[in-house]
């Protein structure tokens, strides 16, 4: 069974930059859409962006576009976000997550993610 595991979070400065990482085991990532989803305290869970299993597709929320971009290395079964322009509002516990699904387009409902990582937080703070 697909297992993920996201890292690179960390504590950083507004307007700093990370780079998340979701490694994939047990199974490869070739026939899964991966999405990236966060949750701040107190707020809800909300999907920031995803990639097609091709990745020819992406997808992002308005609240990242421009700052985040999302890519896969299949050969290294890790998908990666890198998040740019690092403000207050994006602290939060981020998410990879799979969707086995091999031509449609990716989407930002974490519904359609059957698989999960276990999360890394994401702080921006002076």
């Known amino acids: 069974q697909l297992q993920l595991v996201d890292s690179g979070g960390g504590l950083v400065h507004p307007g700093g930059s990370l780079r998340l990482s979701c490694a994939a085991s047990?199974?490869?990532?070739?026939?899964?859409?991966i999405g990236w989803f966060r949750q701040a305290p107190g707020k809800e869970r909300e999907g920031v962006s995803c990639?097609?299993?091709?990745?020819?597709?992406?997808n992002y929320a308005d609240s990242v576009k421009g700052r985040f971009t999302i890519s896969r290395d299949n050969a290294k079964n890790t998908v990666y976000l890198q998040i740019n322009s690092l403000k207050p509002e994006d602290t939060a516990v981020y998410y990879c997550?799979?969707?086995?699904?091999?031509?449609?387009?990716?989407?930002?409902?974490?519904?359609?993610?059957?698989?999960w990582g276990q999360g890394t937080q994401v702080t921006v703070a002076s």
């Open positions: 990639i097609s299993s091709s990745g020819i597709s992406t």
């Open positions: 997550a799979a969707q086995r699904n091999l031509f449609r387009p990716c989407v930002l409902a974490e519904t359609e993610y059957g698989y």
């Open positions: 047990r199974s490869t990532l070739d026939y899964y859409a």
